[in-house]
């Protein structure tokens, strides 16, 4: 081959096929593509193989920062949780955004909101930076303003047990409503009728959608005739030490004790215990989530779901990021009662 072939092969033009065009001409999605090249196992042989002639066609090859810049995504979703990422409704939920996400090619980023300015200054520097794709917010809702700055530079907002659905693209929660509902019919149905709850502190607290949580579980009880004492778990060392304190320190000991949640239901069990008190033959407890541990120590509780439910927000994220309507964009699961051996009847004087 002589020097004018070499000089006409120099200028055959350079293919710029995008991510795009390559799921177009094959007909699946940009999430599809973007695994057949760095999840493999996750598609078809069949798939795969028409994916990759068809991106050799167009002389197209893929990276992380290549993809980026071609499709004008930063292939990464940012996850706002205001629990520790040890707690385990939020280590749940991160494991089953994460095992959705990651098969498709994006990248979870973790960012703890411990209160509202920090929350404030993360909507507000979102815009500038354009480095999430999506926005999923985990047990906490957001203001008008924070929706209209996401609404402007088209960033789809998923809401993980978050109460309000306007403003937000799509919502997977508990039915927190029917759980509380269950809690309270169980512990009545065993002729308790001296009940506390125990609940976190609102006002120090990001999370909002518990808030369902005591205001049925109250109501179920006043329709029964019954008004259950309320005591605040606040957040410290010494918590469970505090609240057994409140306890011994209320006008008549209860019979039953409903928790907010497992992290507090658990360690009140063995305190209670510590201080001379059987479960459940003086006083039966029953907690929320169903978490680790629940089973260990016999915890009866309501049983939710965090990673299916996660698993089903970031199917809905990736829908929504490729431009498609997200399937069920508002998803209630239904809550269980778990009856394990830390209730029992009352026992009559």
């Known amino acids: 081959m002589g020097p004018a072939a070499n000089r006409k092969i120099m200028k055959e033009p350079i293919t710029t096929a995008t991510i795009q065009d390559v ?36 002389n197209f090859s893929i990276s992380r920062s290549a993809a980026a810049l071609k499709t004008g995504q930063s292939l990464r979703i940012a996850l706002l949780v205001s629990n520790h990422i040890s707690n385990w409704f939020a280590a749940s939920v991160i494991e089953g955004l994460n095992a959705e996400f990651s098969a498709a090619g994006y990248d979870l980023s973790i ?56 403003g937000f693209s799509a919502t997977v929660n508990i039915d927190d409503h029917q759980g509380s509902i269950l809690a309270a019919r169980h512990l009545i149905q065993l002729g308790h009728r001296k009940i506390l709850y125990i609940r976190t502190n609102p006002a ?41 304190t409140q306890i011994l320190s209320l006008p008549e000991m209860p019979t039953a004790i409903a928790c907010q949640e497992d992290g507090i239901a658990i360690p009140l069990i063995f305190q209670l215990e510590r201080n001379g008190f059987s479960v459940p033959t003086d006083i039966s407890v029953i907690g929320y989530d169903d978490s680790t541990y629940a089973h260990d120590v016999g915890l009866t509780t309501i049983r939710q779901l965090p990673i299916d439910m996660a698993r089903s927000a970031a199917r809905k994220t990736l829908q929504l990021i490729e431009g498609q309507p997200a399937d069920k964009p508002n998803e209630i699961f239904p809550a269980h009662l778990v009856v394990r051996s830390s209730t029992a009847r009352v026992e009559m004087d």
């Open 111 to 166: 960012i703890q909101i411990e209160s509202r300015q920090q929350r404030k200054e993360f909507f507000d520097t979102l815009p500038v930076r354009r480095n999430a794709d999506a926005v999923v917010i985990a047990s906490f809702d957001i203001d008008e303003d924070e929706i209209e700055r996401l609404s402007s530079i088209d960033v789809p907002i998923i809401g993980v047990n978050s109460v309000q659905q306007e």
């Open 204 to 244: 120090q607290s990001l999370h909002f959608s518990v808030q369902q949580r005591i205001e049925s579980f109250l109501g179920y009880c006043r329709q029964q005739g019954i008004e259950p004492s309320v005591i605040t778990a606040e957040e410290g060392t010494y918590r469970i030490d505090n609240l057994i």
């Open 23 to 58: 799921a177009n001409r094959a007909k699946v999605s940009i999430s599809t593509v973007s695994r057949s090249f760095t999840r493999p196992d996750l598609v078809s042989p069949k798939t795969r193989a028409k994916v990759l002639s068809i991106a050799d066609e167009l």
